[in-house]
């Protein structure tokens, strides 16, 4: 099946908002087997809207519209929508009803102009936004069905899931029942991954096992999105699989599905009933800050230390002597970790500390990261160097330091070599 994505809007045009719903939208679909073949943004232009709708129509089987159903003269989705299938827009009592409802629920009086997302082609079939305002819709244009989405993305995600990818998979007349299987990995890249994995999917001869690859540095996603008459029957062709990538991946896997790298040291520390304490250079707090947002770790992160020089971490953690000079090594963050468990009497403290290469940041430039972890009774470290610019060794570091907490706590090598690909 053909599918385009139409995305609408003068800010994404002109790129004054970054256009995250279409990646969105093509990774969802991908997900499920369905591919985009193309991806067109329009402005807010009627007669440009309605080229790009007839063009759209022309081509492609199925066009899923993301914009412009919003209560403001530059939304003209439904409008141009109308005017491209030959029909007239008319007021749907129904949607604005609801509409009258979600105002009331919130003790607001619905502004008039919100009367117009009310307004849909006279043949347009509703697609239900249970959270928000904006109707969406589906009607034909040309060969293709068109389906019509608000661009505010929670409200999006929402209805793709729940209500155009369905209808994507009954119209394309493949199996409906897909199941998804997601690993996360740091230390590995995608190439590397790749070659690992050959010949996983032909553990299931008849080709409904499909893998696929995200990269968001510092992590990469591993997907795979199997088929199957039901539930139970794709479950079973993924089960040999899974085991298999868990076998080639092994250590370097660090969550899976939903799972986060700060939700998984979260858990185990749970399970302890203990306490850490983070002390880091040159991140802008991010260890912490990655750890302390989620729900319990108000009982679990005792003291977060951030410095931009060593010298004042060593003075706000307080080890005895004088801040040491020259080059930064695993002892002096061993020492930092210790002092601070000590300090804070936490379970587990972690020192993240970066030694930044000197000059203009740039492809060559890199740093060295010292990690370590104490604990009670022992204490891990390592040193590694990441190239690749200021941010790509401040990110790396983050994800660094707090996989080693992970490998750490599952009593897994924190040395383990890491590649740091750039892809």
């Given at each position: 099946m053909l599918i385009e994505v139409i995305c609408t809007g003068d800010e994404v045009l002109t790129g004054k908002i970054v256009n995250s719903n279409f990646s969105y939208m093509a990774q969802k679909l991908e997900d499920v087997g369905l591919a985009v073949r193309w991806g067109t943004?329009?402005?807010?232009?009627?007669?440009?809207?309605?080229?790009?709708?007839?063009?759209?129509?022309?081509?492609?089987?199925?066009?899923?519209?993301?914009?412009?159903?919003?209560?403001?003269?530059?939304?003209?989705?439904?409008?141009?929508?109308a005017q491209a299938a030959g029909v007239e827009c008319v007021l749907n009592e129904e949607w604005l009803a609801r509409m009258e409802s979600f105002f009331l629920r919130r003790s607001r009086v619905m502004p008039p102009n919100n009367k117009k997302q009310a307004m849909l082609p006279s043949t347009a079939e509703i697609i239900d936004n249970p959270i928000g305002t904006a109707c969406g819709f589906a009607l034909d244009i040309g060969r293709a069905r068109f389906f019509f989405t608000p661009g505010v993305p929670r409200?999006?995600?929402?209805?793709?899931?729940?209500?155009?990818?369905?209808?994507?998979?009954?119209?394309?007349?493949?199996?409906?029942?897909?199941?998804?299987?997601?690993?996360?990995?740091?230390?590995?890249?995608?190439?590397?991954?790749?070659?690992?994995?050959?010949?996983?999917?032909?553990?299931?001869?008849?080709?409904?096992?499909?893998?696929?690859?995200?990269?968001?540095?510092?992590?990469?996603?591993?997907?795979?999105?199997?088929?199957?008459?039901?539930?139970?029957?794709?479950?079973?062709?993924?089960?040999?699989?899974?085991?298999?990538?868990?076998?080639?991946?092994?250590?370097?896997?660090?969550?899976?599905?939903?799972?986060?790298?700060?939700?998984?040291?979260?858990?185990?520390?749970?399970?302890?009933?203990?306490?850490?304490?983070?002390?880091?250079t040159f991140t802008s707090g991010q260890i912490a800050a990655r750890v302390g947002p989620l729900p319990g770790a108000e009982k679990i992160l005792r003291r977060g230390i951030l410095a931009r020089d060593l010298g004042d971490l060593w003075r706000a953690v307080g080890p005895?002597?004088?801040?040491?000079?020259?080059?930064?090594?695993?002892?002096?963050?061993?020492?930092?970790?210790?002092?601070?468990?000590?300090?804070?009497?936490?379970?587990?403290?972690?020192?993240?500390?970066?030694?930044?290469?000197?000059?203009?940041?740039?492809?060559?430039?890199?740093?060295?990261?010292?990690?370590?972890?104490?604990?009670?009774?022992?204490?891990?470290?390592?040193?590694?160097r990441i190239v690749g610019g200021r941010e790509w060794v401040r990110l790396g570091a983050v994800e660094m330091g707090l996989d080693c907490l992970r490998r750490y706590l599952q009593g897994l090598p924190v040395t383990e070599r890491i590649d740091f690909e750039k892809t």
């Open positions: 943004t329009v402005g807010d232009d009627r007669e440009t809207l309605l080229a790009a709708f007839k063009e759209a129509g022309a081509r492609a089987d199925a066009v899923i519209v993301n914009g412009g159903l919003g209560p403001t003269v530059d939304d003209l989705s439904q409008e141009i929508a409200e999006l995600k929402r209805m793709l899931e729940e209500q155009v990818i369905p209808r994507l998979l009954a119209k394309s007349g493949l199996q409906t029942t897909i199941h998804l299987k997601r690993f996360h990995s740091y230390g590995l890249g995608e190439s590397h991954v790749d070659s690992l994995l050959t010949g996983v999917e032909d553990l299931v001869p008849d080709g409904s096992v499909k893998l696929g690859f995200r990269a968001h540095y510092p992590q990469l996603e591993t997907k795979l999105t199997v088929r199957g008459r039901d539930l139970d029957d794709a479950r079973g062709k993924l089960g040999p699989v899974e085991k298999e990538v868990r076998k080639r991946l092994g250590n370097f896997i660090l969550a899976e599905d939903e799972q986060t790298l700060e939700g998984v040291i979260l858990a185990e520390l749970a399970k302890r009933e203990a306490t850490l304490a983070i002390a880091e005895p002597g004088d801040p040491p000079r020259g080059e930064l090594t695993r002892e002096i963050a061993e020492v930092v970790a210790m002092t601070l468990r000590r300090a804070t009497g936490a379970t587990y403290a972690l020192a993240v500390l970066i030694d930044l290469d000197e000059g203009a940041d740039r492809i060559e430039f890199g740093g060295s990261i010292c990690t370590a972890i104490a604990g009670v009774n022992e204490i891990a470290s390592r040193r590694s």
